[in-house]
């Protein structure tokens, strides 16, 4: 083989490079595809329209803060939206703040502080009672889009609501809204029972570090 015939076959480094890049393009493309396909049949399967339920639990930091993302979310879609608070009542909280003078908000501070501040159970039940009254009428209220019972989860824990009363609550509301709840733990019903149930792990607290609480970021 003379040295032109080779330098005209034999592919350079660059051209190597090249057909590779294409070779390995060509391979994610159809990686690609094939998951579109995936996904593409998934959506067209999803054809039932309705309000979900939707459970944030776990020890780890953002559960209210990812309900009330969400109900941003809602509220920029001019969805009304309405809030109850068991558990937060000693401080004004920036979302209270915030969404309380929202036009399409109701915004509802039911609790007295956390339970080991007040100390005292029956003022607690009470207060969760109310709260609960509340709360049962909002589930039952067709202009309401969106509901966030925050902290609710600990009423049942310390045993101040019965849980079968939310269910029956959450299985008889208007077909179209959306209810978020939060706590770090909730009643096995509850969580057998929502459609949606994401748990939210603590890795680090800033706090466990001797970091204090802040405005703006725990209230």
Do not use: C
Not at 37 to 55: F, K, S, Y
């Amino acid at each position: 083989m003379t040295l032109k015939r080779q330098i005209m076959t034999d592919p350079s480094p660059e051209q190597k490079v090249t057909e590779q890049h294409v070779e390995q393009a060509e391979k994610n493309e159809a990686r690609l595809l094939k998951k579109k396909a995936v996904v593409d049949q998934r959506i067209a399967a999803a054809t039932e329209e309705r309000g979900v339920t939707i459970l944030l639990t776990g020890n780890g930091k953002g559960k209210s803060s990812s309900a009330f993302g969400t109900m941003a979310r809602a509220l920029g879609h001019g969805q009304k939206s309405s809030v109850i608070q068991f558990i937060k009542g000693r401080k004004a909280t920036g979302e209270q703040l915030f969404f309380g003078s929202h036009p399409l908000v109701d915004f509802h501070v039911m609790g007295h502080g956390f339970t080991w501040e007040t100390r005292n159970p029956e003022l607690e039940k009470e207060a969760a009672e109310q709260a609960w009254a509340l709360a049962k009428s909002v589930l039952s209220d067709p202009s309401v889009h969106f509901v966030l019972l925050d902290e609710i989860t600990y009423m049942y824990k310390y045993g101040y609501l019965n849980e079968d009363d939310l269910i029956a609550a959450l299985n008889s509301r208007p077909a179209h809204q959306n209810v978020m709840m939060t706590g770090r733990t909730a009643p096995r019903v509850l969580l057998d029972s929502v459609d949606t149930h994401s748990k939210i792990a603590n890795e680090r607290h800033a706090f466990a570090n001797g970091v204090k609480a802040q405005v703006g970021i725990e209230w």
